[in-house]
């Protein structure tokens, strides 16, 4: 059960780890004011699991590709085009599904911004 116990530090420290990148912070960032958004708009629990599903995927890509990153790093510290090839390719998947995110978030807040403009 310590083994169990101590997976959860491991755990813990990657995410304080990954807190401490500044794209990280951007996305954290970015995920607070769509759930503050949530909660001004008042939106439905189907709009809530799918902003928390999208804040959670982009957080844990963002992850992911810093620990890409970092072991490329450790396996080529000089620059070498494979190397800016790999780090490249995951930093285009954390792109790629931001501007999901991002699209899913228009789709879902615009619709109540839309409704706010009418009421002004």
Not at 53 to 75: F, R
């Amino acid at each position: 059960m310590n083994s169990f116990f101590k997976s959860f530090y491991y755990a813990f420290n990657g995410i304080k780890l990954s807190l401490q990148q500044r794209n990280m912070k951007v996305h954290v960032c970015f995920g607070i004011l769509a759930i503050t958004c949530g909660f001004i708009f008042n939106i439905n629990s189907s709009e809530w699991c799918i902003i928390l599903i999208c804040i959670g995927i982009v957080l844990a890509l963002e992850t992911i590709n810093t620990a890409i990153e970092s072991l490329v790093d450790l396996v080529e510290p000089n620059h070498h085009p494979v190397a800016g090839k790999t780090k490249d390719l995951v930093a285009g998947a954390v792109l790629i599904f931001s501007i999901i995110s991002a699209l899913i978030g228009v789709l879902i807040f615009g619709k109540y911004m839309l409704d706010l403009l009418h009421i002004i």
